[in-house]
């Protein structure tokens, strides 16, 4: 996965954003970070992963990957918006943080990355930012998205995004 292309495209559309709404002034980040949580409980939901009352199974394959991708992109804003090398995190994640301890159910994955994303939030470090994408891309990892087809998913997603700004979304 080229991150470091994906984050220039993710900074295009958050430019884009930030000027057609004229949020010049504004401090994003809490938005942001209550956005990744939505999209992430968006995935739960369509996983149906916790849903032990009831017989109905997960959402189709391509369901779950767009609601990951959507994800995606608030990590993305997230690091350029701290200026983090994004080059290098995949390559902390494939390396350091990779979990290596016993699978976790789909349940506990989703709390762990929600975990993840608090503490990023609450200390503002490069390490919990890369703690909690780690664990975000174990999430996606778990689902059996390759990261091939992530970074397809997240340019089709980009994509449908800036049509949705030119339509005033």
Same mark, same amino acid.
């Given at each position: 996965?080229?991150? =470091? $292309?994906?984050? +220039? ?12 709404? =004229? ?9 942001? !970070?209550?956005?990744?949580? *939505? ?6 939901? &369509?996983?149906?992963? @916790?849903?032990?009352?009831?017989? =109905? ?16 992109? @608030? %990590?993305?804003? !997230? ?6 090398? *994004?080059? $290098? ?8 943080? #990779? +979990? +290596? ?8 994955? %989703?709390?762990? *990355?929600? &975990?993840? !994303? ?8 490069? @390490?919990?930012?890369?703690?909690? @994408? ?13 990261? &091939? &087809?992530?970074?397809?998913?997240? *340019?089709? #997603? ?6 949705? +700004?030119?339509?005033?979304?």
């Amino acid at each position: 996965m080229n991150l =470091k $292309r994906l984050c +220039q495209m993710q900074r295009v559309l958050d430019d884009r954003i930030v000027n057609e709404h =004229k949020l010049e002034d504004l401090d994003l980040e809490e938005n942001i !970070i209550l956005a990744l949580l *939505v999209e992430i409980s968006e995935l739960a939901n &369509e996983t149906r992963c @916790f849903k032990h009352w009831s017989t =109905k199974g997960p959402s189709e394959n391509h369901v779950l990957l767009e609601e990951y991708v959507d994800s995606l992109h @608030f %990590f993305l804003s !997230i690091a350029n918006h701290n200026e983090y090398e *994004v080059d $290098r995190l995949l390559e902390l994640y494939t390396n350091d943080f #990779k +979990q +290596q301890e016993e699978e976790k159910s789909l349940v506990s994955a %989703f709390i762990h *990355v929600t &975990e993840k !994303i608090i503490t990023m939030k609450s200390t503002k470090a490069v @390490f919990h930012y890369v703690e909690a @994408f780690s664990a975000y891309l174990d999430l996606g990892r778990m689902l059996g998205f390759s990261t &091939e &087809e992530i970074e397809q998913a997240y *340019v089709r #997603k980009n994509e449908i995004n800036h049509q949705r +700004q030119d339509n005033g979304y």
